[in-house]
């Protein structure tokens, strides 16, 4: 159940930078906690993995202050952050500081909020789970949704040609428009089978898939030999074990990352924080915000509602409090 209670102001330890919530983006992952596909430490648990703000409390902790990881984010008071770390819907989050990233002049703070998640993700996946490279062949499931907008732009942006597959015309629509070279309407057309016509029978180099369970098997059908298959996400269910000699087939690489272990250190977080805003500042990036929902139970559960139910394109943001 989702409800918007009351609660203590968040603890602060030494090491925490407290933050005021303008913006919470809206994932997947929060459905995923919420159905207890992750699990939930503790309760009451606050939903949210993604926001943006101001600073409002600075670490006292000396060690700290005095890291070079932690200066070179040139944090100060009252300056515009945003937060990759669970209980984003608040008003006010006490925050490591290593999950925090100092907004760029040039990016407002909504953007920050509905680019810095699915951006990290994009970036580390692009970059780590399969280095997509020029002339690559790549396939993005749900190509249109916030994280295959981003995924289809950095893919792009590295030379490849992307094929993506979504559900409506409007949304085939608007993923050429950010980038898609071909576009597949699963609703009306056979995946695989126009895959295969697009790639001469090849396959791609890779897959990016963030549905899970209802694509999984027909991955294996549109790779080709020695590809790579990227597993993101659990939209539709998570993917049922599998015998491993079903790699052998094509000597086939499977990949289930996770952002969160490509942003582990202090230095690793703030590379891939820095390559995603700047890709927003030049323009590479183009963040798409599908809907602002307010800050209520009934926002939070219409968000989720829509995000799962496939009407939506691009991201959704909770509006914590005005600027």
Request: aromatic share 8%; hydrophobic share 40%.
């Amino acid at each position: 159940m989702i409800e918007k209670t009351t609660q203590p102001f968040p603890e602060i330890t030494p090491g925490d930078i407290v933050i005021k919530v303008r913006y919470g983006g809206v994932n997947f992952i929060d459905t995923y906690f919420r159905k207890g596909l992750y699990p939930v430490d503790s309760f009451p648990a606050t939903t949210g993995s993604e926001a943006a703000g101001t600073i409002i409390g600075l670490p006292t902790d000396k060690t700290v202050l005095n890291d070079p990881d932690y200066k070179i984010r040139t944090f100060g008071m009252g300056a515009r952050v945003a937060v990759n770390c669970l209980g984003a819907f608040a008003e006010y989050m006490a925050v490591p500081w290593k999950d925090v990233f100092p907004i760029p002049l040039g990016v407002t703070t909504l953007a920050a909020a509905a680019g810095l998640l699915h951006g990290l993700t994009a970036a580390s996946f692009i970059e780590e789970a399969y280095m997509v490279q020029k002339d690559d062949v790549i396939l993005i499931h749900t190509v249109a949704g916030g994280l295959g907008m981003s995924m289809c732009q950095l893919a792009k942006h590295q030379g490849a040609t992307v094929i993506g597959t979504t559900s409506t015309k409007a949304k085939a629509a608007l993923a050429t428009h950010h980038g898609a070279d071909h576009v597949i309407l699963y609703t009306e057309e056979d995946t695989v089978k126009r895959v295969l016509e697009i790639t001469n029978g090849e396959g791609v180099h890779a897959v990016f898939d963030g549905v899970g369970k209802d694509t999984f098997d027909n991955n294996f059908k549109l790779i080709r030999r020695k590809g790579t298959i990227v597993s993101i996400g659990n939209a539709s269910g998570a993917v049922p074990p599998f015998p491993p000699l079903k790699l052998v087939e094509k000597n086939v690489k499977l990949v289930r990352p996770t952002q969160k272990n490509y942003c582990v250190t202090p230095a690793e977080s703030h590379y891939y924080s820095n390559k995603v805003f700047g890709l927003i500042q030049n323009g590479t990036l183009k963040i798409n915000v599908y809907k602002e929902y307010p800050f209520t139970a009934e926002g939070v559960v219409d968000s989720q509602k829509d995000l799962i139910g496939g009407k939506t394109t691009g991201k959704l943001v909770i509006k914590i409090a005005d600027d």
